[in-house]
C-alpha cells in the first residue's frame, strides 16, 4: 500500500525537476551606445540543472571603463540557432570587473 509523504518529508524527497539541454549566452554592453550585442555562445550541456561550461572568452579588461556583461541561460530544445525558439531560464548580470577582482577571477552569481 503506498502513502504519500507527510509535507515536512516532501521537503527532503522534492519532486525531480526535468534535466535540461543547458547553454550560456554572453553580451557585452557598449560604452557609449548602452546596447547590448552578443559576444559568445558556450557549448550546450546536456542533462543536467548545474552545467558546467567548459568554454572560455577572453576580453580585453580596461581598469578606468566600466564594462557590462549579461549572461543568458537558455534551454536548447532543437538544433536552431534562434533563441526564441528555445524556453529562457534566467539571466545574470556583472561586470568584467568583478571577475577580474574576484578570488581566481570566478564570480558566481544567481540567475534572476
Request: charged share 30%; with cysteine.
Amino acid at each position: 500500500m503506498f502513502e504519500p509523504p507527510e509535507p515536512e518529508d516532501a521537503a527532503l524527497n522534492p519532486v525531480p525537476l526535468s534535466l535540461k539541454q543547458n547553454v550560456c549566452i554572453l553580451y557585452t554592453q557598449g560604452v557609449e551606445s548602452k546596447q547590448w550585442r552578443e559576444f559568445g555562445r558556450t557549448e550546450v550541456i546536456d542533462n543536467t540543472l548545474n552545467p558546467d561550461f567548459v568554454r572560455k572568452y577572453i576580453l580585453d579588461y580596461f581598469f578606468e571603463e566600466k564594462q557590462n556583461l549579461r549572461f543568458d541561460i537558455y534551454d536548447i530544445d532543437s538544433k536552431s540557432p534562434d533563441l526564441a525558439k528555445h524556453d529562457f531560464l534566467g539571466q545574470t548580470f556583472c561586470t568584467l570587473g568583478e571577475i577580474v577582482g574576484s578570488p581566481a577571477s570566478r564570480l558566481e552569481k544567481p540567475l534572476g
